[in-house]
């Protein structure tokens, strides 16, 4: 059934479509780049809580879990989630109020 999908989704240009209709959608609004740079953070993050890169996050899940049960002995997954997403959430702020001003510093993006 996801082959049959895949294979609908590439035949139909839907990508394409939305693509190009977001990218004109992007241009009308007439953003800062600063904002752009804001929203892009922003929706990653969100996707990055959605669409997981599963083995890896399972994997460093079970290690914390192992070493969380040695302190608690209940603690499970949700536990760690709970612990940790307020970590998550300051250094998400934070980091994006790093991006945000090395931009508005001018500072060179790459080499």
Same mark, same amino acid.
């Given at each position: 059934m996801i082959s049959q999908f895949i294979a609908f989704f590439n035949y139909s240009d839907m990508a394409t479509? #939305?693509?190009?209709?977001l990218a004109d959608l992007l241009q009308r609004?007439?953003?800062? #780049?600063?904002?752009?740079? @804001?929203?892009?953070?922003? @929706?990653t993050f969100i996707l990055d809580l959605i669409i997981t890169g599963a083995i890896a996050k399972w994997a460093i899940f079970a290690l914390i879990v192992t070493f969380a049960i040695k302190y608690q002995k209940d #603690?499970? %997954?949700?536990?760690? %989630? #709970?612990?940790?997403?307020?970590? @998550? %959430?300051v250094?998400? %702020? @934070?980091?994006?109020?790093?991006?945000?001003?090395?931009?508005?510093?001018?500072?060179?993006w790459g080499l």
């Open positions: 479509l #939305a693509a190009v209709s609004a007439n953003l800062d #780049a600063l904002w752009l740079l @804001v929203g892009f953070v922003a @929706v #603690a499970g %997954i949700g536990t760690v %989630i #709970a612990l940790m997403l307020p970590y @998550v %959430i250094l998400c %702020i @934070v980091w994006t109020l790093f991006l945000a001003a090395w931009h508005l510093l001018g500072l060179p």
